[in-house]
């Protein structure tokens, strides 16, 4: 790191601070990346937001949806800092960014990429590529090209692309992503799968047309809207208060009437002796849990306070990922062992009047995952352009082969391939 802050201004201390608690937490490691974040002033691409908030490790949203979501934001440094990272980002680089937002992550695209570089930016709404402009030529990187329109389109009178990076969610990667990636490329993505699962992935070509994952790191984002390849989401209302919700992506089949009142429904609690350590991150049987159990998994919304009345199982703050079936529900959660051991152990709590069926399935999936892929490298692999096996449908078929840690997830117009690697690490 290059910068020196003695004697530098209050935003260049707060950025330093800010930086420096990145690195100890983990990410970035690559110096050019510490480099960047170091010298793009956050506080110039979010005007009006308090300094101590700008150089928070939190997101910034930055424009809000008539019900009240958020549709655009300054995404959580630590998020921006990692996909940097996996970006990869050379001197001389052409690169796509398919989400301006506030034009901060394009700034540091730009001092990435250089002089000798080019970065184009593009959102959906004219107001927000109105203030990434003004953010960015402020900030000094007016260079910046910054296009309103579909990002799912990229920009194919800029193409090809050294890397093109989303910072906008998507389910289904769009064809024209990878048709203006350049040889030897890079696509960097937030892929959601089956449901809630959202992997920051970066994909380069394979062979056959395939395209293969060279990393990929969990991380969240607002989805594509208002263009070609959108990925709306919906939540059921499991408590009739909105206190508890259930998120819905669009490939889910999720029977809301049926769930109506499902917590008030008898309730089994099953250890699964599977144990995590302190900073063991729950994210490996999450995806797992996401491939095998039919359906995918959802997330559980319920705030602190109705946590705590006990209406959920939640006394850590993990996410609550739950799977459902007819008029039933079941999540993972995590308590302490009941043994005073370290730890913690994940419990599956269910609801149904069928005896717990559900929640057995979603436990017995939890002790397979321990048992077999614990520790196992995960391989993902996004065919596009692929054809229905059965000729009848829109969408390529499944493939869930737990006992071979092989899943294969159709959406429209392409494939989606999640491996467990044969042996652990
Ligand atoms: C998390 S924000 C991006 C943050 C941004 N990179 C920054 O540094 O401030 C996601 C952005 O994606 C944009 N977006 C959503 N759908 C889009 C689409 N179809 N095409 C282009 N941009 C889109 C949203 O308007 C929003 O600004």
Redesign the pocket.
């Known amino acids: 790191m290059t910068a020196d802050v003695d004697g530098a201004d209050e935003p260049a201390r707060l950025r330093h601070a800010l930086v420096r608690s990145l690195i100890d937490a983990g990410w970035p490691s690559d110096p050019r990346v510490m480099a960047a974040l170091e010298t793009v002033p956050r506080h110039v691409?979010v005007p009006g937001v308090p300094l101590q908030q700008a150089y928070a490790n939190d997101v910034v949203h930055t424009?809000l949806a008539e019900d009240g979501r958020p549709?655009?934001?300054?995404?959580q440094p630590r998020i921006?800092a990692m996909m940097l990272q996996q970006a990869d980002v050379r001197a001389g680089h052409r690169v796509l960014?398919?989400?301006?937002?506030?034009?901060?992550?394009?700034g540091l695209l730009a001092e990435l990429a250089g002089p000798d570089g080019q970065v184009t930016?593009?959102?959906?709404?004219a107001d927000?590529v109105e203030a990434?402009a003004a953010n960015l030529a402020a900030a000094g990187y007016g260079s910046v090209r910054v296009v309103c329109?579909?990002?799912?389109l990229g920009d194919p009178s800029g193409a090809p692309f050294d890397v093109v990076i989303a910072?906008?969610g998507a389910w289904r990667v769009p064809q024209a992503w990878l048709d203006q990636v350049a040889a030897g490329g890079r696509l960097v993505v937030p892929q959601r799968i089956r449901g809630r699962m959202t992997r920051s992935v970066v994909y380069e070509r394979g062979t056959a047309g395939r395209w293969v994952s060279v990393d990929h790191q969990l991380c969240g984002?607002?989805?594509?809207?208002?263009?070609a390849?959108?990925d709306p989401y919906s939540s059921i209302d499991l408590t009739g208060d909105g206190q508890v919700r259930l998120g819905v992506y669009q490939e889910q089949h999720i029977d809301a009437a049926a769930l109506a009142g499902v917590l008030d429904r008898p309730r089994v609690q099953i250890r699964t002796g599977v144990r995590f350590g302190g900073s063991e991150s729950l994210e490996w049987l999450w995806l797992w849990l996401a491939c095998a159990l039919p359906g995918g998994l959802s997330e559980l919304h319920a705030d602190r306070a109705t946590r705590d009345t006990g209406v959920v199982v939640a006394p850590y703050g993990v996410w609550l990922m739950a799977t459902t079936g007819r008029a039933a529900l079941a999540y993972a959660t995590v308590l302490d062992p009941v043994d005073g051991g370290t730890g913690v152990e994940v419990v599956v709590v269910g609801h149904s009047t069928d005896g717990g069926g559900l929640a057995e399935r979603m436990a017995a999936c939890v002790v397979d995952w321990d048992r077999r892929y614990r520790g196992h490298d995960v391989h993902l692999t996004l065919e596009l352009g692929t054809e229905p096996a059965s000729g009848s449908a829109a969408v390529p078929d499944d493939v869930c082969d737990a006992a071979h840690g092989r899943f294969v997830f159709g959406m429209p117009g392409s494939r989606l391939t999640v491996r467990w690697a044969d042996a652990a690490l």
């Open positions: 691409f424009k549709i655009s934001a300054a995404s921006v960014e398919i989400g301006a937002g506030t034009g901060y992550n394009a930016t593009v959102d959906v709404d927000l990434a329109g579909d990002g799912a910072t906008v984002f607002m989805p594509l809207r208002g263009g390849a959108d």
